[in-house]
Protein backbone atom coordinates (compact mmCIF):
# COMPACT_ATOMS: atom_id res chain seq x y z
CA UNK A 1 0.00 0.00 0.00
CA UNK A 2 1.41 3.48 -0.69
CA UNK A 3 2.47 5.89 1.77
CA UNK A 4 -0.47 8.10 1.47
CA UNK A 5 -2.92 4.99 2.63
CA UNK A 6 -5.39 6.59 4.70
CA UNK A 7 -3.94 9.74 4.86
CA UNK A 8 -5.89 12.84 6.78
CA UNK A 9 -5.53 16.12 6.07
CA UNK A 10 -4.01 17.99 9.09
CA UNK A 11 -6.81 19.77 10.92
CA UNK A 12 -5.59 23.23 12.24
CA UNK A 13 -3.86 24.58 9.08
CA UNK A 14 -7.07 24.60 7.19
CA UNK A 15 -10.33 25.49 7.52
CA UNK A 16 -13.65 23.49 7.09
CA UNK A 17 -14.41 23.65 3.87
CA UNK A 18 -10.59 23.38 2.44
CA UNK A 19 -10.31 20.40 4.85
CA UNK A 20 -13.58 18.77 3.16
CA UNK A 21 -12.08 19.53 -0.64
CA UNK A 22 -8.93 18.26 0.37
CA UNK A 23 -10.20 15.55 2.13
CA UNK A 24 -12.04 14.30 -1.28
CA UNK A 25 -9.25 14.96 -3.09
CA UNK A 26 -6.66 12.75 -1.51
CA UNK A 27 -10.00 10.56 -1.58
CA UNK A 28 -9.91 10.77 -4.98
CA UNK A 29 -6.18 10.18 -5.84
CA UNK A 30 -5.88 7.28 -3.55
CA UNK A 31 -9.05 5.42 -5.64
CA UNK A 32 -7.34 6.62 -8.87
CA UNK A 33 -4.07 4.77 -7.83
CA UNK A 34 -6.22 2.00 -6.41
CA UNK A 35 -7.76 1.36 -9.74
CA UNK A 36 -4.22 1.76 -11.71
CA UNK A 37 -3.20 -1.20 -9.48
CA UNK A 38 -5.79 -3.51 -10.34
CA UNK A 39 -5.75 -2.87 -13.49
CA UNK A 40 -1.88 -3.48 -13.48
CA UNK A 41 -3.39 -6.72 -11.42
CA UNK A 42 -5.65 -8.07 -13.99
CA UNK A 43 -3.59 -7.09 -17.04
CA UNK A 44 -0.70 -9.33 -15.97
CA UNK A 45 -3.84 -12.05 -14.43
CA UNK A 46 -5.22 -11.92 -18.71
CA UNK A 47 -1.19 -12.52 -19.44
CA UNK A 48 -0.78 -15.13 -17.61
CA UNK A 49 -3.82 -16.98 -18.07
CA UNK A 50 -4.31 -16.68 -21.83
CA UNK A 51 -0.94 -16.04 -23.68
CA UNK A 52 0.14 -19.46 -23.97
CA UNK A 53 2.06 -19.74 -26.81
CA UNK A 54 5.92 -17.72 -27.91
CA UNK A 55 5.42 -14.10 -28.38
CA UNK A 56 5.10 -13.09 -31.60
CA UNK A 57 3.59 -10.05 -33.27
CA UNK A 58 -0.27 -12.26 -33.54
CA UNK A 59 -2.09 -13.50 -31.15
CA UNK A 60 -3.65 -16.79 -31.89
CA UNK A 61 -7.58 -17.24 -32.32
CA UNK A 62 -7.51 -18.84 -28.67
CA UNK A 63 -5.43 -16.06 -26.78
CA UNK A 64 -7.42 -13.52 -28.61
CA UNK A 65 -11.03 -15.12 -27.37
CA UNK A 66 -9.38 -15.74 -23.63
CA UNK A 67 -7.84 -11.98 -23.88
CA UNK A 68 -11.61 -10.57 -24.68
CA UNK A 69 -13.26 -12.53 -22.62
CA UNK A 70 -10.69 -11.91 -19.79
CA UNK A 71 -11.10 -8.02 -20.33
CA UNK A 72 -14.74 -8.26 -20.69
CA UNK A 73 -15.29 -9.75 -17.50
CA UNK A 74 -13.23 -7.59 -16.05
CA UNK A 75 -14.90 -4.33 -17.48
CA UNK A 76 -18.21 -6.21 -16.07
CA UNK A 77 -16.72 -6.25 -12.83
CA UNK A 78 -15.39 -2.74 -12.51
CA UNK A 79 -18.84 -1.01 -13.77
CA UNK A 80 -20.82 -3.10 -11.05
CA UNK A 81 -18.39 -1.73 -8.27
CA UNK A 82 -17.89 1.90 -9.62
CA UNK A 83 -21.83 1.58 -9.77
CA UNK A 84 -22.12 0.25 -6.19
CA UNK A 85 -19.44 2.84 -4.68
CA UNK A 86 -21.81 5.85 -6.27
CA UNK A 87 -24.59 4.49 -4.63
CA UNK A 88 -23.36 4.43 -1.55
CA UNK A 89 -21.91 7.63 -2.13
CA UNK A 90 -25.18 8.96 -2.72
CA UNK A 91 -26.47 7.87 0.57
CA UNK A 92 -24.21 9.60 2.58
CA UNK A 93 -24.90 13.01 0.78
Known sequence: MSATAGAQVP???FD???QRELQEFIDQEQ???KMAAT???LTDTC???CVTGS???KFSRNEVSC???CVDRFLDTSFYI???VKQQRNQLH
Open 31 to 33: AKA
Open 39 to 41: VHE
Open 82 to 84: LNE
Open 47 to 49: WKK
Open 55 to 57: ISS
Open 67 to 69: LEN
Open 16 to 18: AAT
Open 11 to 13: QAQ
